[in-house]
Nanobody
């Protein structure tokens, strides 16, 4: 059974920092591209950052320079370090795993709420 369990969300003031974690089980983690997505109320889900199985990274323009995605294959965990948080970053953050050789094989976590107060 595949599980992606996010943690680390919470309430933070603007300018603050949070680190999200996503622990994966039931998949061959090193072979998966891992991503963080977010969805704010009334908005579509958007991709925030992705790290490939070879550890290449890509970021949404809105978070470049503020967020850093990383992975620890030994712990089957992907992280999202979020600095200089803005109220616009408030959203439910989801972890995604997509098999690198077949992106149709994909899994989602339940999400963790990040709320940034002004």
């Amino acid at each position: 059974q595949v599980q992606l369990v996010e943690s680390g969300g919470g309430l933070v003031q603007a300018g603050g920092s949070l680190t999200l974690s996503c622990a994966a089980s039931g998949i061959s983690f090193p072979f998966y591209n891992m991503g963080w997505y977010r969805q704010a109320p009334g908005k579509e889900r958007e991709r925030v950052a992705v790290i490939t199985s070879s550890s290449s990274t890509k970021y949404a323009d809105s978070v470049k320079g503020r967020f850093t995605i990383s992975r620890d294959n030994a712990k089957n965990t992907v992280y999202l370090q979020m600095n200089s948080l803005e109220p616009e970053d408030t959203a439910l953050y989801y972890c995604n795993a997509a098999l690198s050789v077949d992106s149709t094989t994909t899994y989602w976590g339940q999400g963790t709420q990040v709320t940034v107060s002004s």
